[in-house]
């Protein structure tokens, strides 16, 4: 069974930066794409970013493009993260991320959470004004 755990939370003032991080472990002989998901206070939970096994190509949201980087650790393909920068007081939510077989549709559907077939128990992320 596939275990996830985010790291690298916490409070920053606007405008500054935080790094997350994902360690996945238990996979077996496969290939997995990597999504974060974010959950605001009263929302529901969205996409942020995604990235595929060989960390090649990299997908995001528009409310991030420009500012958060996704990477995959080449050494240890279960390493994923999350690079966030010039943070604003809509990323305040629940980092979230998880993992998928990545099928040849995966990413057709990316954006949605039911590709994903494992998930962590999140990481908390507060951008104060």
């Known amino acids: 069974q596939v275990r996830l755990v985010e790291s690298g939370g916490g409070l920053v003032q606007v405008g500054g930066s935080l790094r997350l991080s994902c360690t996945a472990s238990g996979r077996a002989f496969s290939r997995y794409a990597t999504g974060w998901f974010r959950q605001a206070p009263g929302k529901d939970r969205e996409v942020v970013s995604a990235?595929?096994?060989?960390?090649?190509?990299?997908?995001y949201a528009d409310s991030v493009k420009g500012r958060f980087t996704i990477s995959r650790d080449n050494a240890n393909r279960d390493m994923v993260y999350l690079q966030m920068d010039s943070l604003k007081s809509e990323d305040t939510g629940i980092y979230y991320c998880a993992d998928g077989r990545e099928t040849p549709d995966f990413f057709s559907y990316y954006r949605r959470e039911d590709p994903y077939e494992s998930w962590g128990q999140g990481t908390q992320v507060a951008v104060s004004s």
């Open positions: 990235v595929t096994w060989n960390g090649l190509t990299k997908y």
